[in-house]
Structure formats: structure tokens, C-alpha cells
């Protein structure tokens, strides 16, 4: 190949990257993002000038925001694709925590390139250098490391050869995936070397389908075979996988019910008989029910949080036991599990083929389906509005978005109470409908995350749904979907502040302190009058189209507008928050946040009454 900078050889040896699945290819890092400055300019931006029409290049505002496109795009791509994001040192390089964080739990790829402070040292410190007294070889970068699946710092430019294989290698194994950083001295990225041509040769990386042992496949299948209550839980793997279908075959052949995780939810249509939609703190009352009296339960892809476990007192039967499917070995062990490490597809296939022709009784189906229509009767409920000119409510938004979209829409929430009614409400239509990302439940993922969900399905309606809080944590990117006319559709939900916090603080005894967006009043609380902030002329001045109805029929009009719409457009709703007006229904499961032992205030020792009723209920399985 010749002599290149090590910067140069860095996006040679990325662009002829591709992953492979079930003999389709894909091209590993299809584009970078970037915001330059002096440390990355004259390396990687140089690079990315100089192979241009081999590597295309995003623009983006925000460093953080950029993490989260790309993990959109790579949720959106089944983890097949993904982009890598350079940065300059120091700010901008810290700024990638975040969205290192989100990516390394949430097991989706990433390649993250920030630039490092000179490795040559010809200067000591430099601009926006960290000086620590107890080491010469530490910079900011390293607070990546906790975050990143995989780290390097490239020294000397022969060096990147075996840190960018190992880079890409991580990137591509389904069970180790998620954020990978490459440091890049800013030095060393302008450095030149003569490169073996072996290195830019075309690589393809096999995603493995690993297929269970055979004597944890024999465990498990006696297992379910001896159950009365199965219950399966579809978590995120079963997506990643793309083992929906296989899901779909051996739940409606085995009739056992299937409830879902909130990375797993839209792995069953909403209408299939076997869905019983969300489980756990914002679960369906079928789901946490059927999760209350099972014997075996079955996890699939999960990773068992908190929230799904009802942070540890929703698995009640006496004798209940666990099998868990993954990929990764580490989460088979959890809830005392029978492990089956596999992929979800291979798994779900073999437990089938030799279940067959095992089934449930027809008591046990029709107990969950007469219970699935009672849900879905209270979901119609909660979405629909009494009076058509009033103003909408949360839930009426979702319902008045539910009478609009297909299968070919895609909603993106991270935060906030969304999250909670999504998961309880949302009737998913397809697979990759229902994004929501809720590993990290990061507030300012959503706008971005379009943005890198529009830019992997193009053509589709891309929804992002934010509340007041969290647009204001993270607007920027607007500005990118209108650069590069991305019609992304934006739904913000004004409630004056922090509403999800807000009613768990109350719940809580914190009464609701500082989570309202309201004056200061003479007492120093946030009493007074809403604050007056216009959202909607905010969303118009970063160039986007503004809608902004009053009334539920208003609210209809407009969305369809939107979807419509060849441009950014944005939905601004002011929502109904009065108690008065019926919403969704309450959490069916409990959700651990300690309360205040000791407290001078009635509304806290209340709570911490209740807390400790609560608490007795849970239970560690073993």
C-alpha cells in the first residue's frame, strides 16, 4: 500500500470493514461523525478529506449526541453496522462518556476516536491537557476505559495494526459488543509509516450463531417440559438475534405466553395471541400476573434489571425456577438460572425441536388471553379522550399516534414518564417499531438517535418523543436533521419540568422539590409561574417545521402532518397533567428507591411506611 499517515490508515483499513450474518454482508462502518478541533483537524479530519468517497462523513454539534446517533444507527442496523465518532482532546473527548456508557450497556457497537495529547511529549502540558501528580501517561481519555468493552491508546503508528483488529474484532463478537475506543495521539495521528498491504485487504466478520450444549439443552428442555406456567421474557437478545420469527414459531406452537423486556418489546406483534405485552414495574397486569404464579420462567436475551424483575418481588411462585438463553455466558448464571449459552435464533429453534409436540393446557391460554383482552380494553381506555377540543393528555398522544402509524414507523424514547406508558401501552406492529432505550434511560438520546435510525432505514417515519426536560438537555442535533434533510419527526410533550421525577418524588416523600420548571418564589422553592420558555420557537429557530395544536382533534391533524412531512418537523403539545383527567394505569409491579429511615416530615415517614411493606416482599433466588 505505501506510506500514509497513521490517521490515513485508519479509515483505509475501516472502510473495508464488512460483517456478515446468514450470508449477508455489510459494511462495518459505513460513516464517521465528527467535530473537529486541534486535536483530531490535521489527523483523522485530514484523512476523512483525503478518502472522501471511500469513507462519507456527519457533521455533528454535540459529542455526546454523536455517541447516540450512532448507536441509533447500529440498533436500527441489528448491530451489523454501526459508525465511529472522532473527536478532539480533552472537552470533546470526555464529552463521548455518556454515550459510551449508553452503548456498553445496552451491548450495542460503537468505535469511538478521540484524540490524545502528544505521545512524543515535545510540550508538557499542552491545550486542555490533565497534569496529574502521580502519573505521566494518564489523560482524560482514560475515564473511557470503565465504559468501553475494548481501549487502547495508539503510541506508535505500527501499533494501530493489532488495536484496530482487536477494535473491530469486539465490535463484531455479539456477546462482548458495545463501545470500543481507539485513543489517537494527536501526534502520532499525522505520523507516517509504510504499511503492509495485507492490512486495507477487504475483511469479512462472521457474527457466529454459537449453538447450546447438549447437556444445558437437555436440563432445559425437562425443565419446561415438567411446567404448569411457563413464562417466557423476551429481552433485547431476541432482537438482536432477528429471532423473532423463531420466537413467534415456539410460542405459538408450545402456547406458552411471552412477556417483554423493554428492549425486547415488538419481538411479537401486539396482536399475537401469545403476547402479553410489558413485564415487571411498567408491565401489563397479565404480564406481572402470569410472572407472579409462574413455575418456569423462561429469559431470553435478558439481562433481568430492576425493573423487570420488580427489583426482586415479582417472581413469587415457591417453586419457581429460571432458564436463561444468551449469548453471553455472565447472564445465564443470573436468578440462579439453568444457563443456555447460545445464540437466541439457534436456542429457541433446538428447544422447540425437541419439545415438540409439548403445549400448555388449554386452561392455562385461555386464563392469559381472557386477561390480554381485559388489558387491552383499559389501554383503549387510557388513549382515548372524552372530549375531542380539550386538551390532550400523555396517554391520548400515544393514542392519537396509535390510530396513525404502520408497521413502518419507528418511535425512539429514552426518558422521562415515556418510557413507563410506552411499555405498558404501546402496541407494537413490527419488530423494530418500539426503540426504546432504557439500559442507560439517558435524557437528550432521542433527537440523535432519529437522526441515526433515519440515516439506517431511510424512507421509514422516524419518531422521536421527548418531554420538556429532556429536549432541553439536548436540542442540538436538530440542527443535523435539518443540514441533511432528515424528516424526522419530533413530539414534544410540555408538562413544566421533570413530571416522571417529580411523581416518584412525591411517591417517596421529597414532595416534588426542585422538579418544576417554575420562578423561584420569595420562600426560595420553585413555586411560582411556569417559566416562560417557548420550546416550540426554540425547535423553529434551529430551522425545523413547527405544528403546534391545543386540542386532542388539533393533536390528530397535526401528527398526520408530520408524518407526511419531507422535512424535520416538530410536534409541540402542551399535555393535561390534572389529576382530574384519567391517565394510564398505575405501575402494576413495585420498584426499589429507598426512603428516608428518619424523617421530621409526615409525607416521608408515610412513604417510608409504605416502602417497608413493600420491601418484605422481596426475594433472592438461589
Known sequence: MGTL???????????????????????????????????????????????????????????????????????????????????????????????????????????????????????????????????GDLSVNDCLRPVSTYFDRVTRPEALIPAALAAVRVLTDPAQTGAVTLALPQDVQAEA?????????????????????????????????????????????????????????????????????????????????????????????VADHLARTADVVIGIGTRWTDFTTASGTLFTHPDVRFVNLNIAAFETHKMAALPLVADAREGL?????????????????????????????RVTAAYTAADEDARPTQAQVLGALDTLVTGDDILINAAG?????????????????????YGYSCMGYEIPAAIGVALAAPGRPVWALVGDGTYLMNPTEIVTAVQQRLPIKVV?????????????????????????YRFRARDGGFTGAPLPVDLAANAASLGMRVLTPRTVCDLREALADARASTVPTCVYVETETADTVSGPPPAQAWWDVPVAETSTRPSAVKAREEYDRHVTARRRHL
Open 5 to 135: 499517515t497513521v490517521a490515513q490508515a485508519l479509515v483505509r483499513f475501516l472502510a473495508a470493514q464488512y460483517t456478515e450474518r446468514d450470508g449477508v454482508r455489510h459494511r462495518l462502518i459505513p460513516a464517521v461523525w465528527g467535530i473537529f478541533g486541534h486535536g483530531n483537524v490535521a489527523g483523522i479530519g485530514q484523512a476523512l478529506v483525503e478518502y472522501a468517497d471511500e469513507m462519507p462523513y456527519h457533521q455533528g454539534r454535540n459529542e455526546q449526541a454523536m455517541v447516540h446517533a450512532a448507536v441509533g444507527y447500529a440498533r436500527q442496523s441489528g448491530r451489523l453496522s454501526t459508525h465511529a465518532v472522532t473527536t478532539s482532546i480533552g472537552p470533546g473527548a470526555t464529552n463521548l462518556v455518556t454515550g459510551a456508557a449508553l452503548a456498553t450497556i445496552n451491548r450495542l457497537p460503537v468505535l469511538l476516536l478521540p484524540g490524545d495529547t502528544f505521545a512524543t511529549r515535545p510540550a508538557d502540558p499542552v491545550l486542555q491537557q490533565l497534569e496529574v501528580p502521580y502519573a
Open 193 to 285: 509509516y509504510d504499511w503492509p498491504a495485507e492490512f486495507f485487504a477487504e475483511r469479512v466478520w462472521r457474527v457466529r450463531r454459537p449453538s447450546p450444549d447438549e447437556d444445558e439443552l437437555d436440563a432445559a428442555v425437562a425443565a419446561i417440559g415438567r411446567a404448569a406456567r411457563p413464562l417466557i421474557v423476551a429481552g433485547g437478545g431476541v432482537k438482536y438475534s432477528g429471532a423473532e420469527e423463531a420466537l413467534d414459531t415456539f410460542a405459538s406452537l408450545t402456547g406458552i405466553p411471552v412477556a417483554s423486556t423493554q428492549a425486547g418489546k415488538g419481538a411479537l406483534r401486539h396482536d399475537h395471541p401469545q403476547d402479553m405485552g410489558a413485564l415487571g414495574h411498567t408491565g401489563t397486569a
Open 349 to 377: 429453534e433446538q428447544l422447540h425441536s425437541l419439545l415438540d409436540p409439548h403445549h400448555v393446557t388449554e386452561h392455562y391460554v385461555h386464563e392469559y388471553a381472557e386477561e390480554k383482552l381485559r388489558w387491552d380494553a
Open 417 to 437: 414518564s415515556l418510557p413507563g406508558d410506552l411499555h405498558k401501552l404501546w402496541r407494537a406492529r413490527s419488530a423494530d417499531q418500539y426503540h426504546v432505550e
Open 492 to 516: 414534544i410533550l410540555q408538562n413544566h419540568g421533570y413530571a416522571s421525577i417529580g411523581g416518584l418524588s412525591e411517591s417517596v416523600g421529597g414532595e416534588g422539590y426542585g422538579t418544576a
